[in-house]
């Protein structure tokens, strides 16, 4: 059975720093597969925040959220099986739930993340 186990959310001040943990159980993660997290604020929709995965060629390759880019870092450790978040700078509206998902499934060379194994998500809070 695979599992996907978030952990690292917190509550901190706005301008701190978190480092979110994703470690897969039941599974390897594979070169091939799009590794990511997502968000979820009450009442707000999930929101893809970063990915990673091999394209074209390009070992490791990221795509963030553009209200993201320059203050979180994904990263993959194979030797643990573990995917991390860290988030720096972090700012009320980074207030959510985190959740981190893989697939193996591409639609049109994109990363669907409908075919994908999703963890329970960890919170993280951030305070002004």
């Known amino acids: 059975q695979v599992q996907l186990a978030e952990s690292g959310g917190d509550s901190v001040q706005a301008g701190g720093s978190l480092r979110l943990s994703c470690t897969a159980s039941?599974?390897?993660?594979?070169?091939?597969?799009?590794i990511g997290w997502f968000r979820q604020a009450p009442g707000e929709r999930r929101e893809e925040v970063a990915f990673?995965?091999?394209?074209?060629?390009?070992?490791?390759?990221?795509t963030y959220a553009d209200s993201v880019k320059g203050r979180f870092i994904i990263s993959r450790d194979t030797a643990t099986n573990t995917l991390h978040l860290q988030m720096n700078d972090l700012r009320p509206e980074d207030t959510a739930r985190y959740s981190c998902?893989?697939?193996?499934?591409?639609?049109?060379?994109?990363?669907?993340?409908?075919?994908?194994?999703w963890g329970q998500g960890t919170q993280v809070t951030v305070s002004s």
């Open positions: 998902s893989v697939t193996q499934r591409r639609s049109y060379g994109r990363c669907n993340w409908a075919y994908g194994y």
């Open positions: 039941g599974y390897t993660f594979r070169d091939d597969d799009c």
């Open positions: 990673i995965r091999d394209e074209f060629g390009i070992a490791n390759k990221t």
